[in-house]
């Protein structure tokens, strides 16, 4: 569902940028956590670049649990199919 006079869907599940970077110390899971947590938040979100991010992610387990809370729950999954019908 998209917020009220916009052309972007409504957020995600809040994103748990500060629990995953504090569930690993390796400098590029950090710059991997902060390209999607910008891509969330960009103007014009991209669904492909933000699964890509999270497959990314996965690759480290200390941050599968995390993630995938916030990648699984209905608002994030809403947020991901309605860009992705949206076009954007």
């Given amino acids: 569902m998209f917020a009220e006079g916009s052309s972007v869907p ?4 809040p994103f748990p940028r ?3 970077r504090a569930a690993t110390d390796n400098a590029n899971a950090h710059a991997a956590i902060d390209a999607l947590h910008a891509e969330i938040g960009s103007p014009q979100p991209d669904p ?4 890509d991010h999270v497959a990314t992610l996965q690759l ?6 995390p993630l995938e809370r ?3 729950d209905p608002r ?3 947020f991901i199919a ?3 019908s949206a076009g954007l």
Avoid: E, M
């Fill in 70 to 72: 916030w990648y699984l």
């Fill in 10 to 13: 409504n957020d995600p599940a």
């Fill in 18 to 20: 500060d629990d995953l």
């Fill in 82 to 84: 309605d860009l992705t």
């Fill in 60 to 65: 480290w387990p200390s941050l599968i649990a």
């Fill in 76 to 78: 994030t999954q809403t």
């Fill in 48 to 51: 492909g670049r933000v699964r």
